[in-house]
């Protein structure tokens, strides 16, 4: 590994270390930013527990949690029958996106929460500004998804 691999390695080791902290499985963390920070199109499931150190049973649990949510994809390899792994294009706005899923099930929770307590009682009140906060947070988040593509797609011929 020569020493940009290793300065790679050790940032995408410190970003794992901030994600564990904020309560993401410490493998899943550390396979996520491992295709994150790495120079390679995509990694196999060897290629993880190699520059990881860890079992190919922790990598595979890390990807059964990392490719529903968009961030990472298994891709095929012309000529080989192993499942190759690489950071998804756009992963970032992806993960937002499927945020509103989450968004919308705490709109509708707070909205079945106002029917049955009303609007005027304490937990209505807190229902209440619970329900408009993430009506207004799944509104905002898409446009803003939609804004930051069209704004990136149109530098992206500057990124090469």
């Not at 945020?99 to 807190?126: P, V």
Request: with cysteine; glycine share 6%.
């Amino acid at each position: 590994m020569d020493e940009r691999d290793t300065q790679l390695r050790d940032c995408a080791e410190r970003l794992a270390l901030t994600l564990a902290q904020s309560g993401m499985q410490r493998t899943t963390a550390r396979v996520m930013t491992a295709l994150l920070f790495t120079q390679q199109e995509a990694m196999t499931s060897a290629d993880l527990c190699e520059e990881l150190q860890i079992s190919s049973g922790a990598v595979s649990g890390a990807v059964n949690q990392l490719v529903p949510t968009g961030i990472i994809e298994r891709v095929p390899a012309p000529g080989s029958r192993r499942d190759h792994y690489r950071f998804r294009e756009h992963a970032w706005a992806t993960l937002m996106g499927n945020q509103n899923a989450l968004l919308d099930s705490m709109w509708n929770a707070a909205a079945e929460g106002i029917k049955t307590a009303g609007r005027d009682s304490t937990a209505g009140r807190r229902l209440d500004e619970m329900q408009d906060f993430y009506g207004f947070m799944q509104r905002e988040m898409a446009a803003l998804i939609d804004k930051w593509r069209e704004r990136y797609d149109a530098q992206e011929p500057d990124r090469s």
